[in-house]
């Protein structure tokens, strides 16, 4: 049977071009318009949470100073920067976001299979958002519970926020889950089913692969989050005892029997950990393409980093109770948890490896998305690395709930894929505005966004190993903790405030440049992969002009000896690059295609 | 070539910190020298991942820089490198784990005959309950759970009326003797950890979970709640003492067990009506305070706090700050209750006095005193009504004019900072928020309202 | 193993080749079926982890089952039919045959909404027998998951609805082809669904 693009068929061959301002910007179905609705409203979002951890380390570094940040506030503002950073900016930013403008552009399609979905899904999302935001203005304020929402505290008095915001927080997340698995259904279906003509799987970009796992990952992971929430709402509202134990709340025997709370942390992590690798394999898969393009080399072992996506993808579901060894379950699920986790660990450094293999006889350019692909490799072994301390059910112990595991989830999930989420936009900004940025503002950007992280979370490690606790907010008088660790905490403070402002480089850079860049080269980088080569920059609606690409050959035709150029785009037939090698020469003629129609 | 020096100095400057930093492991006082081992070991094999990584790519972004008229090496992939790579990845990893299974295994099987020890936890405070002469523990039932029953005690089990309970956040321990601590929560999850003894536990409502180790350092340690428990998490604070033998059963024979704090009689109104009188000079013979000698109104207190400060008062654990001339003045006084009996007496008599709102007499911004308020709601009630189980005391209709010159000093370290005052110290991290005058008087403001 | 094939394939000998089209081979069918394909590994993520939830809840020693009421029983023979007829009309859709396919809609619509009313007798009789929500939580658990399994049918049977009023318009029949071929799949996947929970509830 013949195959027939999805984009190219008849209902949707016929994409009118919006023409007001309403349908173009605001009820778009356009995935790239999507994408960037996504992306501004996460960003956005991302710096309330940004302001959020400026404000808890003001308190941590000058205790005692600033009577506007009682611990009541110090506990919201934990648990909203985690939550926001890790749902709303990350999980948002790279599926909704990159998601969305890359997915369609680089498998060559028109746009996602069901846009009128896609854009719901933003309109959700956006919902999701602004619920969230309201608990900062209802009676009691945001939950105070921690990211992790834990049961009973999270709806028991005694935390903050326990009558409206963990409701609105609940009420958030399970809106937030449709919208994800709205635009995930979406995603998944357009990579399966809308590739352009040739695009075999193996042709895709590393950057689909990741965001075509993360999707996958999160449509089923999300719904252990879903159950969750569901379940709590419950609990709370109408006294059901799912995750609740008989207890004591404010003097008195509350009216709970029986519950579990260590069945919610179980639910909770298993759809915590593979929400980690939501984050991580859209970053990983990015990057490969930064570095390939950048050092104008193919990604080196492009087939064993499409296995270890898939093998992180498996692995990620079986590890989840490696944040939970010291939560009371069964002890004996440690050997099981501590050996999938490190297993993890070896499709993990063949990534790093592979990265660095990249760069080995590469022709390196360090444009701005470089250095931030680099910076990536370096921040993410750290992060990596010190996650085999924590994975290790017994170095886990003195380490559990210490700055340790602070300062290495945000090296590994905080500054690495924000790394890369710079790179990318340095990198695709040309594309998706069609001008170019101030290069030497990136650089500045880069550097002292990655020496200021470098020297906020380093020095938490080994607060950890001394074992000061995290989610504190002072410190009181304790024998173990010696004033030069307060000290620390004061540098890192600065450091903090520094990084921060630093993003207004970042801010000025991209707003000064939509407007005032220099007009942009349709494919600055010389980047072999399709979202380069669309007739127009930016891409109009539609992305291809009359006729869809056909792809020849995979993404990372870099330097290929006896090409003219040192990169050969991916629509580029054959004959036109006949001075290729041997191997090359047996290329065949690209047959002509049948238009039959769509398949039943 | 900036960029790879700068790599560079990362990666020296990572290891120079590793080895210079003053923060550390604490000098370990139990048996699981194990663990810090495993550490190590990770150290080792993760440092030189990360240096040998690390360096490569620097060397590799100076080697491979863009260079005109020079082409990439084209190469897809290479299977032999990889999977030797694959291999030596996969060694590593085994080196780490298998000590830590290793090391795990003995750490989740206590040793025969090991002591028991009951560690219970509560928003935001500990105590404990030793087994007594019958090595046993009695049931425990979590609806008996009052304030004359605080471990929730079953009355009729005969293996619990020798249980020794300490409502203290101080835990004593014998030194080179192995020890299962039993863990159990009253409410929310709460985390059981003292850093020198390299072990932690989740406290789980509901279910009683479980660590052994070996103190083997005599000594005083913070134990630190490690489990986000609420807006107080910060302050649930403990000590363990970790003493010789001898020590240690001269304390536990202080103790009191089930039976006897059972038997212990009531406080008698008539017998404290007699003690009162010397009381009455500054307190007033209902209770109601006098300013003029800065004496606080105690009609309508909550007896549990009353009993407790002036054990305090007695046991030199408050009124001995220096510059506390108000505290030492009480003090003082309090001595002259001669036993436990007569402070129950006292108070029990403190309990009969007429209740009535006393006149205000700080004057402040009531709005901006509820919004501080906010944390404080949380132990002290939003009525001002303080909770038995949080060790909180009663705010509301109380002498305004007290409680703020309290919470001075509470932040001053006249109140709260003797190291066996662990409920004061709590209220001394509260009080560090009120830096300024203004935000005291509003406070009590809002506290008259109530 | 043609998916193992596909992600074996060394991607960058041959260039050139286009004819080959792309893996989709493996993956070939309608958009709109491999995304409800999608959608009902999402739900059934969704049940799998209540079920789980539910059995450990279940091993704890004040686990109290509450009784099930008989009309279950006849709520699953409704649920079996309403699946089956849908498999007919299924079977109509290739002949073009719009008599058939609409009564065939109809009937297995009915038959569900018949299910949807007899779960709620269901939880009216339990409510009034006194087996209340908050009481303990094998109650909590029954009515959470026939509540949640209640929402996925709702689900469907908005979908039906639509279907069945567009294939009663003139010439409305051809155009269904798809979404009934799409409630059949989804027909098919709520009474497995229904079973498994049955099965649950049945050996507390």
């Known amino acids: ?600 | 070539m900036a960029f790879a020096v700068v790599i560079i100095l990362l990666v020296i400057g990572t290891v120079t910190f590793h080895f210079a930093s003053p923060w550390w492991f604490t000098p370990i006082a139990s048996n699981w020298g194990m663990i810090d081992t495993t550490v190590i070991i990770t150290f080792w094999v993760t440092g030189i991942v990360f240096v040998a990584v690390n360096l490569f790519m620097a060397y590799a972004v100076v080697k491979y820089r863009h260079r005109k008229d020079v082409r990439a090496h084209y190469e897809p992939e290479n299977s032999k490198l990889e999977t030797w790579l694959t291999v030596i990845t996969t060694i590593g990893v085994a080196l780490m784990l298998a000590p830590g299974l290793f090391v795990w295994a003995k750490v989740i099987d206590a040793p025969e005959g090991a002591a028991e020890v009951e560690v219970v936890g509560q928003q935001w405070h500990w105590s404990y309950r030793y087994p007594g002469p019958d090595g046993t523990f009695g049931q425990v039932e979590h609806k008996l759970i009052s304030r004359d029953n605080p471990f929730g005690m079953i009355a009729e089990d005969p293996a619990g009326q020798d249980d020794i309970l300490v409502s203290s956040p101080v835990l004593h321990l014998p030194v080179n003797q192995p020890v299962k601590l039993l863990l159990r929560s009253k409410d929310v999850l709460h985390n059981f950890a003292v850093a020198e003894f390299r072990l932690k536990m989740d406290l789980v409502p509901g279910m009683v979970t479980y660590f052994w180790v070996e103190p083997t350092q005599v000594g005083e340690y913070d134990i630190l709640c490690e489990e986000l428990c609420g807006v107080g998490h910060h302050t649930m604070q403990g000590r363990v003492v970790v003493e010789s033998q001898e020590d240690f059963d001269a304390w536990l024979a202080q103790q009191p067990n089930f039976a006897s704090l059972a038997e212990q009689p009531a406080g008698d109104p008539v017998a404290g009506q007699a003690l009162y009188a010397v009381c009455s000079a500054c307190h007033g013979a209902d209770g109601e305070g006098n300013q003029v000698v800065n004496a606080p109104k105690l009609a309508g207190q909550e007896w549990t706090y009353l009993e407790r400060q002036l054990h305090n008062y007695k046991d030199g654990v408050r009124g001995t700050a220096e510059g506390d001339a108000l505290g030492a003045q009480m003090a003082g006084m309090a001595a002259t209750l001669p036993t436990d009996q007569a402070v129950r007496d006292v108070v029990a008599y403190i309990g009969t006095l007429p209740d009535n709102r006393p006149q205000s007499t700080v004057t402040g911004n009531a709005d901006n005193g509820k919004r501080l308020y906010t944390t404080c709601q949380f132990c002290h009630g939003p009525q001002g009504q303080g909770y038995w189980t949080m060790n909180a005391p009663r705010l509301s209709g109380m002498s305004d004019w007290y409680m703020a010159d309290q919470i001075v000093k509470f932040r001053d370290g006249l109140r709260g900072s003797h190291p066996r005052d662990l409920y004061g110290r709590q209220m001394a991290m509260m009080a560090d928020l009120f830096q300024d005058e203004q935000a005291l008087n509003d406070l009590v403001a809002y506290l008259n309202e109530l | 193993m043609s998916f193992w094939r596909n992600v074996t394939e060394k991607s960058w000998e041959r260039p050139g080749e286009a004819d080959e089209l792309h893996s989709g081979v493996i993956l070939e069918q309608p958009t709109r079926r491999m995304a409800l394909r999608v959608f009902l590994c999402v739900v059934a993520s969704v049940f799998f982890l209540l079920f789980v939830a539910y059995r450990i809840r279940m091993e704890y020693p004040d686990w109290r089952p509450l009784p099930l009421p008989s009309v279950l029983w006849l709520n699953t023979v409704l649920l079996v039919l309403a699946s089956a007829v849908m498999q007919w009309t299924r079977s109509q859709v290739e002949k073009a045959n719009p008599g058939p396919l609409r009564a065939g809609m109809v009937v297995s619509g009915l038959l569900t909404v018949g299910f949807v009313v007899g779960q709620w007798v269901a939880w009216s009789q339990l409510g009034a027998e006194g087996y209340a929500l908050r009481s303990n939580p094998a109650n909590a658990f029954f009515y959470l998951l026939t509540a949640v399994h209640g929402a996925h049918v709702l689900g469907g049977l908005w979908v039906w609805l639509r279907a069945t009023l567009r294939a009663f318009r003139k010439d409305g029949a051809a155009t269904v082809q798809g979404s009934v071929q799409l409630c059949a799949t989804y027909w098919h996947f709520l009474l497995l669904v229904w079973l498994v929970m049955l099965y649950f509830l049945l050996t507390t």
């Open chain 1, 1 to 600: 049977m013949a195959y027939v693009a999805i984009a190219d068929r008849d209902h949707e061959a016929h994409l009118h071009d919006p023409d007001t301002f309403i349908t173009k910007y605001i009820w778009s179905q356009d995935h790239k318009v999507i994408a960037i609705q996504y992306g501004l409203t996460a960003i956005g979002i991302g710096l309330v949470a940004l302001v959020l951890s400026g404000l808890m380390r003001l308190q941590l570094g000058f205790p005692d100073t600033f009577s506007f940040i009682d611990p009541n506030d110090y506990y919201q503002f934990i648990t909203m920067h985690g939550m926001i950073m890790v749902i709303y900016l990350l999980t948002a930013l790279f599926l909704g976001g990159f998601g969305n403008y890359l997915i369609p552009l680089m498998i060559g399609s028109r746009d996602m299979v069901f846009p009128f979905m896609n854009m719901l899904s933003f309109w959700v999302y956006l919902l999701a958002v602004l619920i969230l935001v309201a608990s900062f203005f209802v009676p009691g304020g945001p939950t105070g519970a921690g990211w992790t929402l834990y049961p009973p505290q999270a709806i028991s008095p005694g935390t903050p926020g326990t009558t409206w915001g963990i409701i609105l927080m609940l009420v958030s997340l399970a809106v937030f889950i449709i919208a994800f698995t709205m635009g995930g259904l979406n995603y998944v279906t357009t990579v399966l089913q809308a590739r352009c003509k040739g695009m075999t799987l193996m042709r895709m970009p590393l950057s689909i692969w990741g965001i075509f796992m993360a999707t996958i990952l999160g449509l089923l992971a999300f719904p252990a989050l879903l159950v969750s929430a569901i379940m709590m709402i419950l609990d709370s509202l109408l006294g059901t005892s799912f995750f609740m134990p008989a207890m004591l709340a404010a003097g008195e025997i509350a009216s709970y029997e029986g519950g579990s709370p260590i069945l919610f942390q179980h639910l909770f992590w298993f759809f915590g950990h593979p929400e980690v690798y939501i984050v991580a394999l859209p970053a990983f898969g990015i990057v490969s393409d930064l570095l390939s393009v950048h050092a104008r080399k193919n990604i080196f072992g492009y087939r064993m980093m499409v296995w270890a996506i898939l093998a992180i993808g498996g692995l990620s579901f079986i590890v989840w109770a490696h944040h939970m060894y010291v939560s009371g379950m069964n002890p004996y699920f440690g050997f099981f948890f501590a050996t999938t986790t490190l297993i993890i660990a070896v499709p993990t450094a063949i990534k790093v490896y592979n990265w660095v293999l990249t760069l080995w006889r590469g022709n390196i350019h360090l444009t701005v998305p470089m250095l931030f692909a680099i910076g990536f490799i370096f921040t993410f072994v750290h992060g990596g690395l010190t996650g085999l301390f924590l994975g290790n059910v017994v170095v886990d112990l003195p380490l559990s709930d210490t700055y340790f595991v602070v300062g290495h989830f945000h090296m590994v999930m905080g500054v690495s894929p924000i790394l890369v989420v710079f790179g990318a936009i340095y990198h695709w900004f040309p594309k998706i505005t069609g001008r170019m940025f101030n290069e030497t503002l990136g650089k500045w950007h880069f550097w002292l966004t990655l020496l200021g992280t470098y020297s906020i979370y380093l020095p938490m490690h080994y607060l950890g190993i001394l074992g000061v606790p995290r989610r504190y907010y002072a410190y009181g008088t304790t024998d173990f903790i010696p004033e030069s660790a307060m000290t620390m905490n004061t540098g890192i403070t600065i450091s903090a405030l520094i990084v921060a402002v630093v993003q207004l480089i970042f801010l000025y850079n991209m707003i000064w440049s939509v407007f005032r860049g220099p007009k942009a080269d349709p494919n600055p980088w010389k980047a072999t992969s399709l979202e380069w080569l669309t007739p127009d920059t930016p891409p109009k609606h539609g992305n291809w002009g009359p006729d869809l690409p056909v792809v020849y050959r995979w993404a990372y035709d870099y330097s290929v000896p006896g090409a003219a150029e040192d990169y050969i785009p991916q629509n580029q037939p054959p004959d036109a690059t006949h001075k290729t090698v041997d191997d090359h020469a047996e290329a065949v003629e690209q047959a002509p295609q049948d238009d039959g129609a769509p398949q039943a």
